[in-house]
């Protein structure tokens, strides 16, 4: 069968290695332009992309899937085409062109958590148990009927990064066996059922703690954006980075935003119990154990987080 692989991130490559690995004929990847990385802002190609030519697999770069991307996916006459967050719209004109329609992996339960970051705000929100489906793609954000699922346990300690990058590999097989029942005509697809839950896209202010809510939410804020966008709260106006807390349920009660030294523990009060700061990144500065940075503090019990 031939396959159209669409996607960007890292977390797609699994799903394209699988499906060459199983002999799928991937005829095309589409993926997102090269963008600008690190300071110096060199123009770098997407994970996929870069796995892509490795492979020696023609690359189709677009923003956006126009008339013109359409017609170089029809040339490329794929039976099917798997997408694993790719970044944009399918419209109508290309989803026509497989015989088999697009099948997407996408990682949540769904209907539950339909959109760009469903494994962030699934820890957010506190979940238990997340997942992956794959599902017939259509014109509606995420609302395709399901193929297949797999359910994976969130870890107490999980950021968004090592959640992502488990489900990547498990959820990299459901496509591969997808695929194998859409080539051998027996993969049956149901309509979703269940509550209806939406992920938009985090945004910078999705990192901000704020001191007044509960420890616990305040850490399934700080590992749900982890590693992107980061967690962060502001001192003396200035942004400081901060990588996932740890809680303290035990320790002496801070009033929301205080600091005070536990031992060696540097700690935060919350609108519950303190949590516990790992490590810390100043403004202009590289990241370093918390310990380290309450160091450079003249007298932490000063110290006010915003």
Do not use: C
């Not at 794929?78 to 109508?92: F, K, Q």
């Not at 590992?223 to 809680?247: C, H, I, M, S, Y």
């Not at 940075?293 to 000063?302: D, H, K, M, V, Y």
């Amino acid at each position: 069968m031939r396959v159209l692989f669409a996607g960007t991130p890292a977390v797609a490559v699994p799903s394209l290695d699988a499906l060459v690995a199983a002999g799928f004929d991937v005829v095309a990847v589409l993926t997102r332009p090269d963008a600008p990385l690190g300071r110096k802002r060199v123009l770098t190609p997407s994970p996929v992309a870069a796995r892509a030519a490795e492979l020696g697999i023609e690359v189709i770069h677009a923003a956006k899937v126009d008339a013109a991307v359409t017609a170089r996916i029809e040339a490329a006459a794929p039976d099917v085409a798997a997408i694993v967050a790719y970044g944009g719209l399918i419209p109508r004109a290309a989803l026509d062109v497989p015989r088999h329609g697009w099948i997407n992996l996408h990682f949540s339960l769904l209907p539950a958590w339909r959109g760009a970051a469903p494994v962030q705000r699934a820890l957010i929100a506190g979940d238990d148990i997340t997942g992956a489906v794959t599902f017939r793609l259509e014109e509606g954000l995420d609302t395709g009927p399901v193929f297949g699922t797999l359910t994976e346990s969130v870890r107490p300690t999980d950021t968004a990064g090592e959640l992502l990058d488990r489900l990547s590999y498990s959820g990299a097989v459901l496509l591969t066996q997808t695929l194998s029942a859409v080539d051998a005509g027996k993969a049956t697809a149901v309509p979703q059922q269940g509550d209806v839950s939406l992920a938009p896209k985090l945004t910078l202010e999705d990192g901000r703690l704020d001191w007044q809510q509960p420890a616990l939410a305040i850490g399934r804020r700080a590992r749900g954006v982890t590693p992107e966008p980061g967690a962060w709260t502001t001192l003396d106006g200035q942004r400081v980075k901060l990588e996932p807390v740890l809680l303290r349920p035990g320790a002496p009660a801070l009033r929301p935003g205080r600091l005070a030294l536990d031992g060696k523990a540097v700690l935060v009060g919350t609108g519950s119990h303190p949590v516990e700061l790992t490590r810390v990144q100043p403004s202009g500065k590289k990241m370093m154990t918390a310990a380290d940075w309450a160091r450079g503090q003249a007298t932490l019990e000063s110290v006010v987080f915003e």
